[in-house]
Nanobody, 126 residues
Framework: QVQLVESGGGLVQAGDSLRLSCAAS????????MAWFRQAPGKEREFVAA????????YYADSVKGRFTIRRDNAKNTLYVQMNSLKPEDTAVYYC???????????????????WGKGTLVTVSS
């Protein structure tokens, strides 16, 4: 019922900024907690950031806390992540995700995700 499409990825240098967007189909966007995950070459998928249905509650992985900001606009059915001070280790395919469950502080423990986007590639050169 939900289709997610990421955009905004690209090639940047260390220290640069990038903003990713995720467009969701349908009118049920506000029913889902939204999150960003990423998968670097040769590594497992890892959690990046999550935002609750209303947008008032967020949770970040320690590796991005203070550098990334997750936001949502329910009127536009769109999820965003502003990424600042990018590092080479941020290089990965970034995936938009939607779930009806809020995982609190357990987002990094392989949560069950109902919908995934196809991903957008972010490459940070050193």
């Amino acid at each position: 019922q939900v289709q997610l499409v990421e955009s905004g990825g690209g090639l940047v240098q260390a220290g640069d900024s990038l903003r990713l967007s995720c467009a969701a189909s349908g009118r049920t966007f506000s029913r889902y907690a939204m999150a960003w995950f990423r998968q670097a070459p040769g590594k497992e998928r890892e959690f990046v950031a999550a935002i609750m249905w209303s947008g008032g509650t967020t949770y970040y992985a320690d590796s991005v806390k203070g550098r990334f900001t997750i936001r949502r606009d329910n009127a536009k059915n769109t999820l965003y992540v502003q990424m600042n001070s990018l590092k080479p280790e941020d290089t990965a395919v970034y995936y938009c995700a939607a779930t009806t469950i809020w995982y609190g502080s357990s987002w990094s423990l392989n949560p069950s995700i109902q919908y995934w986007g196809k991903g957008t590639l972010v490459t940070v050169s050193s």
